[in-house]
């Protein structure tokens, strides 16, 4: 009877076992399929509408300052890592050869316009002597005109006549060189005044050249940034365009994110952009648009590119750098430098932008204005040497 009961009892818990298990299978299942889901609307609304990437970095302009002309370094006055403004000296040279070559060309110059001024003297004398000429033909004329009627008088001898006429072709010749002297003359000098003349301004141009070349020996930042790279030192001899140090404006750097080939399909120009670094960590999110995509893959433009066609070929996913524009006063709050490592989230939700840019930009991408006064007070002090020496009455 024992056996009775106890299989009696047996099978109402072996049920309630099972019971528990499916219930706990259930569970489980919902709880899968619930993760599934949320991560289906994860990816419909979310994943599938940003692109990311980790390779990215930060980028920007490296200003190389270089010598304009030759000659020695004596002064270096801006070192790595210290701040620069547009338009200070950041290196001299030594500048007796060229002021020497100014003090030639300041001479040259006003030589230039006492000749210009001879020159116009010289015309006017030829001008003169045109008139003297004239005079003289004129006599020459009338007193063959008085002599022609006494011919056939036979009041005069016709050796006296065909003195007159000799006198009158030689009076004419001489007042045709005189014109063509007179017209040589003006050639040199007329059409423009003393100032404009041609060889005025030939060495007007020259000493022009000469006073910058004096004032190039001090050499200027054209921005404001930061100086790196610095490889110039006192007592070296510097050739034009040879590099001596960088400057580098980092309120304009930007993020150079290289994506992948299967991420730019929705990726367009003017799509948000948020950017953390490894500088300042997750904490610091910096905030920036598509500003472009590149024209080619970075293996593309490598100093030996891939050549796939010449050998054994294996597909590697090719990368394309898009840049991201920064927000300048974010940079200012928390400056970067070029070669940082950056995290790029670009949020694709807004397809409706341009894949390239459609028209070519109006301004220009870089610009600077600190070697506008160098051709403006040079033009200046010539003019000053050249009214120096033109007459009291021009002055």
Partial sequence: MSDNVNSQNGAPQAANGNGK??????????????????????????FSQRET?????????????????????IAVLADDTQLVKAGQVLVKLDPTDAAVNLAKARSALAQTVR????????????????????????????????????LSAHAIA?????????????????????????AAAHALVDGAPLEENPAVLQAKAAYRDAWIGVHRGAILSPVTGYVAQRGVQVGQHVQPGQALMSVIPLHEVWIDAN???????????GQPAEIDTDAYGSSVV?????????????????????????????????????????????????????????????????????????????????????????FATAETEADAVIRANLPAAKR
């Avoid at 003297?121 to 005109?145: G, M, P």
């Avoid at 994506?259 to 120009?269: N, S």
């Fill in 286 to 374: 910096f905030h920036g648009k598509v500003a472009g995509l590149g024209a080619g893959t970075g293996s593309a433009f490598a100093l030996l590119p891939p050549q796939n066609a010449s050998g054994n070929w294996i597909k590697v996913v090719q990368r394309v750098p898009v840049r991201i524009a920064l927000d300048a006063k974010e940079l200012d709050e928390h400056p970067l430098r070029i070669g940082l490592s950056s995290n790029v989230k670009v949020d694709t939700t807004d397809r409706t932008g341009a894949v390239l840019a459609t028209a070519p930009s109006e301004q220009p991408v870089a610009s600077t204005t600190v070697y506008d006064q160098d």
């Fill in 21 to 46: 298990r499916q219930q706990l299978l259930l569970i489980i299942g919902g709880v899968f399929l619930l993760a599934g889901l949320v991560w289906l609307l994860l990816w419909l609304f979310v």
């Fill in 115 to 150: 000749q210009a001024r001879q020159l116009v003297e010289i015309a006017a004398q030829n001008d003169a002597a045109v008139t003297s000429r004239k005079l003289e033909l004129d006599r020459a004329q009338a007193d063959l005109a008085r002599r022609e009627p006494l």
């Fill in 53 to 73: 990437t980790d390779d990215a970095y930060v980028g920007g302009n490296l200003v190389a300052i270089s010598a304009q002309m030759p000659g020695t370094v």
């Fill in 259 to 269: 994506f992948k080939e299967v991420q730019l399909a929705h990726i367009r120009i």
């Fill in 158 to 182: 016709p050796e006296e006549v065909n003195h007159a006429r000799e006198a009158v072709a030689t009076a004419r010749a001489a007042y045709e060189l005189a014109q063509r002297q007179a």
